[in-house]
């Protein structure tokens, strides 16, 4: 009549979810701001294997360094996007508090500016809201002591409240916003918010795509078309308007340095394209002039 324990099953089986359903860490990595595309990746197995293969996988695809050279200071300033540190062992917290019982999985959101980490449920009393906003917070009583104990022994906690205060200190020291950690009145749900170093700002692909279009094109444009699309900026205006901007007495010279050219590369269009030689005719940049706009400026 031998039975496995409850912390047996959860560290020396293959697979504890076959007993805990959704005892696992399920990592999402928000690639928009809707919410309509998405990666999605699901760490399984003994808990302790679990959390060293998340961390591996946060520290090789999330976590990323930038060197910042200092004027007058012969060592670089290091940084990054999130302090490894922080992140372990808010993971590290999140498996030692949450309720195998609930079938729930620890969840980490990975968004443009910030690392959410979300277990459930929300941390036993005396914890509350106001003790999470001091730097130690002091906890008494622990959901999971066992899982503590052997987390403690592979070196993965230490189980006596320093968690909350190793995060902060490490955030502290990257030059990162404070931690953020917050429950619900009624204690459903406990979430740990760790911003994105400000120093480390990352472009979108669709960024880095238009600075690269606007390179391109500003390396093509000659001087004539720069000044039609610096004086037409975000109005719309006629040749004679423009003419008489840029000084210009020539029609057909303006025609054809000035206005055909912006119009063949896609900078300028007409207000009335399906009549071109209306005398109500005015011109107004488009996107791609606009952008090209922003670069000159």
Same mark, same amino acid.
């Given at each position: 009549y031998l039975k496995p324990l409850n912390i047996g099953l959860l560290f020396f089986t293959s697979d504890p979810s076959k007993y805990f359903p959704y005892a696992r860490i399920e990592i999402v990595e928000f690639l928009d701001e809707v919410g309509d595309n998405l990666e999605?990746? &699901?760490?399984?197995?003994?808990?302790h294997i679990q959390i060293r293969s998340a961390l591996q996988y946060l520290k090789n695809n999330i976590i990323k360094e930038r060197v910042k050279k200092i004027d007058g200071q012969a060592e670089s300033n290091r940084f990054y996007n999130y302090p490894y540190e922080a992140i372990e062992e808010s993971l590290v917290n999140a498996v030692y508090h949450k309720s195998y019982e609930i079938r729930e999985p620890i969840e980490i959101s990975i968004k443009k500016d910030k690392i959410e980490i979300l277990s459930i449920p929300g941390s036993l009393p005396p914890t509350n809201n106001d003790s999470l906003k001091k730097y130690k917070v002091t906890a008494r009583t622990y959901r999971n002591r066992r899982i503590g104990d052997f987390l403690k022994e592979l070196h993965l906690t230490e189980g006596r409240a320093t968690g909350f205060p190793k995060i902060r200190k490490s955030m502290k020291i990257n030059g990162s916003p404070n931690p953020i950690f917050q429950m619900d009145n009624d204690r459903t749900y406990f979430l740990t918010t760790i911003k994105i170093n400000p120093d480390f700002k990352i472009k979108k692909a =669709? $960024?880095?795509? =238009? @600075?690269?279009? /606007? $390179?391109? !094109? /500003? @390396?093509? !444009? /000659? $001087?004539?078309?720069?000044? !039609? &699309?610096?004086?037409?900026k975000n109005t719309e205006k006629n040749v004679k308007d423009i003419m008489n901007n840029l000084k210009l007495k020539h029609v057909t010279n303006f025609r054809k340095h000035y206005l055909k050219p912006a119009l063949n590369m896609g900078l300028l269009e007409m207000t009335i394209p399906e009549k071109p030689k209306s005398r109500f005719q005015k011109y107004r940049l488009t996107k791609k002039g606009k952008m090209l706009l922003e670069k000159i400026k």
């Open positions: 999605e990746k &699901i760490f399984t197995g003994p808990l =669709t $960024d880095q795509a =238009t @600075d690269q279009v /606007s $390179d391109q !094109v /500003s @390396d093509q !444009v /000659s $001087d004539q078309v720069k000044l !039609v &699309i610096i004086n037409v």
